[in-house]
């Protein structure tokens, strides 16, 4: 007996694999078909076409990462992602439970694959003088690259606050080794 849960998750999961790997116009209904052991017609059934399969990915990366978004941050998402004519990804208060929240490597994922829902966005990137798009994205690359961030606090706590981090800096320094002639 099939579990139709089972194989929404299956199917999500490939699709956000691939969505992490070629973004939204990588994301193939074959390919994700094929790479789940599912038929093609279940991806229609259960999420109606692609862009209905990518909203679910989509919403499901937003729940993994909202726990490390400031609420400033979060009003950015929910401006490129709850747009007239999508499904409502953020909850009213755009945080979820801590039962939502996931392992670092989701949080990278989900860091990643909204990176590419961003930019598949841009052309709503010309409204965006009120909202602070740097600090999403910083966030987002952040996590993306492997580094771990802790979530944002408001302005008056980050005053106040006594740590601070220190930068981790990378040398890319060449390695030449002179070559001599035979003589």
Excluded: C
């Amino acid at each position: 007996m099939r579990d139709p849960e089972q194989t929404k998750d299956r199917l999500i999961e490939v699709a956000s694999k691939m969505m992490a790997d070629h973004g939204f116009a990588g994301l193939r209904v074959d390919r994700v078909a094929s790479l789940a052991k599912v038929n093609k017609r279940m991806i229609y059934h259960y999420f109606g076409d692609k862009e209905g399969l990518a909203a679910k990915v989509l919403e499901q990366q937003l729940l993994a990462i909202t726990p490390v978004l400031s609420d400033s941050e979060i009003s950015v998402m929910r401006y490129f992602f709850d747009q007239p004519g999508t499904d409502a990804y953020l909850s009213a208060s755009g945080k979820v439970g801590p039962a939502a929240q996931g392992s670092f490597r989701s949080e990278q994922r989900a860091a990643v694959i909204l990176i590419r829902g961003l930019l598949d966005r841009w052309y709503l990137f010309g409204a965006l003088e009120d909202l602070p798009i740097q600090a999403l994205l910083a966030r987002l690359n952040s996590l993306a690259l492997g580094q771990p961030t802790i979530p944002s606090q408001p302005q008056a706590n980050a005053a106040s606050t006594s740590q601070v981090q220190l930068k981790k800096r990378i040398f890319l320094r060449p390695t030449v080794k002179p070559v001599h002639s035979p003589s």
